[in-house]
């Protein structure tokens, strides 16, 4: 089971950060992403981080702006937004899958999302 939480309303140009809190299965065993979906439109790949290494993967949109961490021990994972825009408005969902890469089929296990919304 995956809960997100710490999605609210900011002004453009704040930063939140969103945690992701993993139960129920051995988090650092699983590749963990970051996913949103703005209104109206399809679900889009927002940042990944592999389960040991530290490695991470971002989509341009947010590359520098965003950053994903991960706490194995806590499993949790993070997603610190800075700099947002009124385009960073969505529901953001949190995935556990096993391979590094922004194909939301690669991810088998999702969260129940939390609203960022961002004004102008």
């Known amino acids: 089971q995956l809960q997100a939480s710490g999605g609210g309303l900011v002004q453009a140009g704040g930063s939140l950060r969103l945690s992701c809190a993993a139960s129920g299965r051995t988090f650092s065993n699983y590749v963990m992403g970051w996913f949103r979906q703005a209104p109206g439109k399809g679900r889009e790949f927002v940042a990944a981080?592999?389960?040991?290494?530290?490695?991470?993967y971002y989509a341009g949109s947010v590359e520098g702006r965003f950053a994903i961490s991960r706490d194995n021990a806590k499993a949790t994972v993070y997603l610190q937004m800075n700099s947002l825009k009124p385009t960073d408005t969505a529901v953001y969902y949190c995935?556990?899958?096993?391979?590094?890469?922004?194909?939301?089929?690669?991810?088998?296990?999702w969260g129940q999302g939390t609203l960022v919304t961002v004004s102008s």
């Open positions: 995935a556990a899958g096993v391979v590094l890469g922004p194909q939301s089929a690669d991810y088998a296990y």
């Open positions: 981080i592999s389960r040991y290494d530290g490695r991470t």
